[in-house]
C-alpha cells in the first residue's frame, strides 16, 4: 500500500514538473513576443535640442563625490560623463527607480578618489512629451568637457576665499570673484543672504547662482551657509533643491588639508512667534535638531579631534535667534575646540577677539563685510586669515596658530 502510494505520488510529481515546464516555456515565448514588439517600435525623435541656460555649476564637493547642477531650457534628462583621463564614466540619476526629466538637474558623483582631478561634461537629451509608453524625444546636447579636483585632507596646505550678504548685486558678485586668486584657492565659501529674498528660480539664477557660476568656471566648488534672508520669499522652501549638501540639509562638514570645515546654519534673526514670519517659521526645533548634531560630531566625526584646525563658517556671528541661549551654542564650540569663526551678516568688517564676544569665546570671531573677500591659508601649523576690500586695500590679516589645548 505505501509503495502504491508512492508511485502515484511520483506519477503526480512528474506529470506537475510537465505542466510547471510547459507553462513556464510558453510564457517565457509570449514574453520575448511582447519584447519584440515593443521593441519593434520605436519612440518618436523631433528635430529638438536643448539648450543649457545656466552652469554647470559644483556644489558640496568632497574627497569622495560632488554634485553638479545645471538648467536647461526645455524638459530633459541628464547624465554626467566624467573620468580622470577622459570622461569615459557615465553617471545617470534616478529616483525611486525613475531618470528624472525636467530643466534642473542636480547629478551626485560618488566613489572618487581623495585630491584627483576629474574631466566631466554633459549630456542633456531633450523629452518632448512624456507618454506613459514611447515618449517624444529630441537631440540630445553634450556640453564642452570640465574639470573639477576633490578634497583631500592629506594635502599639507590648502586655501579657500570667503565671501558673503551679495544680496542681488551682481556687480558687487563679479568685482568679488574678479579679486580671487583662482589658481590657488580650493573652494569658495558663500555665507548666504544671495538675495533679499527667495522669489522664484529666475531670480534665484539671475541675480545670485549664474554669476557665482561664472566666476567659478564650472571647475572650483562652492560651499553654502544659508543665510537668514535666504529663508524668506515664496520660493525659499525650494531652495534645498537647489542649494542643499549631499546629507539634505544646510549644515554638513568637510575635509581639505588640515581644516576641518564645519558648515553652520545661523537661522532666522528674529523669534517663530514674530508677526514678520506670520506663524510661518518653526526654527527654534530645527536648531535644537542641528545643536544635537554638532554636538555629537566628536563622537561621529573623527576629524574633530585629528585635524589641525577646526572652522566653522556660518552667516550670524552670534549663532543666529536662540532664544537667549547663544551662551550655550558658544560653550559647546569651546568644548570642540574651534579655532576660527567666519561670519557674515553685518555687512561690515568686525574682528572679536577670542573672550570678547557673545559669551567666553575661546576663539577669534572674522565677521566679513559685504564688499569684502576674506582669504584663508591654511598649513598644518597656523591659519593666516587676510580681508581685502573692494577697492584692492587690505582690511585686516591675522594669524591663527595651531592650539596646544588637549583634544
Known amino acids: 500500500m505505501n509503495k502504491k502510494i508512492i508511485r502515484q505520488f511520483l506519477i503526480a510529481l512528474c506529470f506537475l514538473s510537465i505542466v510547471v515546464f510547459t507553462f513556464s516555456f510558453a510564457q517565457a515565448q509570449a514574453d520575448e513576443k511582447l519584447i519584440q514588439r515593443g521593441n519593434a517600435r520605436s519612440y518618436k525623435v523631433y528635430d529638438a535640442t536643448p539648450v543649457i541656460l545656466d552652469g554647470p555649476f559644483l556644489l558640496d564637493t568632497s574627497e569622495t563625490s560632488t554634485t553638479i547642477e545645471w538648467i536647461t531650457d526645455t524638459p530633459c534628462q541628464g547624465s554626467v560623463e566624467?573620468?580622470?583621463?577622459?570622461?569615459?564614466?557615465?553617471?545617470?540619476?534616478?529616483?525611486?527607480?525613475?531618470?528624472?526629466?525636467?530643466?534642473?538637474?542636480?547629478?551626485?558623483?560618488?566613489?572618487?578618489?581623495?585630491?584627483?582631478?576629474?574631466?566631466?561634461?554633459?549630456?542633456?537629451?531633450?523629452?518632448?512629451?512624456?507618454?506613459?509608453?514611447?515618449?517624444?524625444?529630441?537631440?540630445?546636447?553634450?556640453?564642452?568637457?570640465?574639470?573639477?579636483?576633490?578634497?583631500?585632507?592629506?594635502?599639507?596646505?590648502?586655501?579657500?576665499?570667503?565671501?558673503?550678504?551679495?544680496?542681488?548685486?551682481?556687480?558687487?558678485?563679479?568685482?568679488?570673484?574678479?579679486?580671487?586668486?583662482w589658481k590657488t584657492t580650493d573652494f569658495l565659501v558663500h555665507e548666504g543672504d544671495g538675495v533679499d529674498w527667495v522669489e522664484n528660480q529666475d531670480q534665484l539664477f539671475d541675480k545670485w547662482l549664474r554669476p557665482l557660476s561664472e566666476g567659478l568656471a564650472h571647475t572650483k566648488p562652492l560651499v553654502y551657509a544659508r543665510g537668514n534672508h535666504d529663508m524668506r520669499g515664496p520660493f525659499?522652501?525650494?531652495?534645498?533643491s537647489y542649494l542643499s549638501s549631499a546629507e539634505g540639509r544646510f549644515y554638513f562638514t568637510r575635509d581639505d588639508g588640515p581644516v576641518h570645515l564645519i558648515v553652520v546654519d545661523t537661522g532666522e534673526d528674529k523669534p517663530d512667534n514674530n508677526n514678520e514670519y506670520s506663524g510661518l517659521i518653526a526654527d527654534a526645533p530645527y536648531r535644537e535638531e542641528e545643536y544635537s548634531w554638532l554636538r555629537d560630531l566628536p563622537s561621529t566625526d573623527k576629524r574633530m579631534s585629528e585635524a589641525p584646525f577646526r572652522v566653522i563658517v556660518m552667516h550670524q556671528p552670534e549663532w543666529g535667534w536662540l532664544n537667549g541661549e547663544n551662551d550655550k551654542w558658544t560653550r559647546l564650540a569651546n568644548q570642540e575646540h574651534?579655532?576660527?569663526?567666519?561670519?557674515?551678516?553685518?555687512?561690515k568688517f568686525v574682528y572679536i577677539q577670542p573672550g570678547q564676544g557673545q559669551g567666553d569665546n575661546h576663539f577669534p570671531i572674522l565677521v566679513v563685510g559685504q564688499d569684502q573677500v576674506a582669504r584663508v591659508d591654511a598649513t598644518s601649523k597656523e591659519l593666516k586669515v587676510?580681508?581685502?576690500?573692494?577697492?584692492?586695500?587690505?582690511?585686516?590679516?591675522?594669524?591663527?596658530p595651531r592650539s596646544s589645548r588637549e583634544r
Open 236 to 240: 525659499a522652501r525650494s531652495l534645498g
Open 338 to 347: 574651534v579655532d576660527l569663526v567666519i561670519a557674515g551678516h553685518l555687512h
Open 82 to 181: 566624467y573620468g580622470e583621463s577622459k570622461p569615459n564614466h557615465d553617471e545617470i540619476p534616478q529616483k525611486d527607480g525613475l531618470i528624472p526629466v525636467g530643466t534642473l538637474h542636480r547629478t551626485e558623483i560618488t566613489g572618487l578618489l581623495p585630491g584627483h582631478t576629474y574631466q566631466y561634461r554633459l549630456i542633456s537629451t531633450r523629452v518632448v512629451r512624456l507618454r506613459p509608453y514611447y515618449a517624444d524625444k529630441g537631440h540630445s546636447l553634450e556640453s564642452p568637457a570640465y574639470s573639477f579636483t576633490t578634497l583631500d585632507r592629506a594635502k599639507p596646505s590648502i586655501s579657500f576665499s570667503v565671501i558673503t550678504d551679495t544680496h542681488e548685486d551682481v556687480q558687487r558678485i563679479d568685482a568679488l570673484m574678479g579679486m580671487i586668486d
Open 386 to 400: 587676510t580681508v581685502t576690500a573692494r577697492d584692492g586695500s587690505i582690511v585686516d590679516s591675522f594669524v591663527v
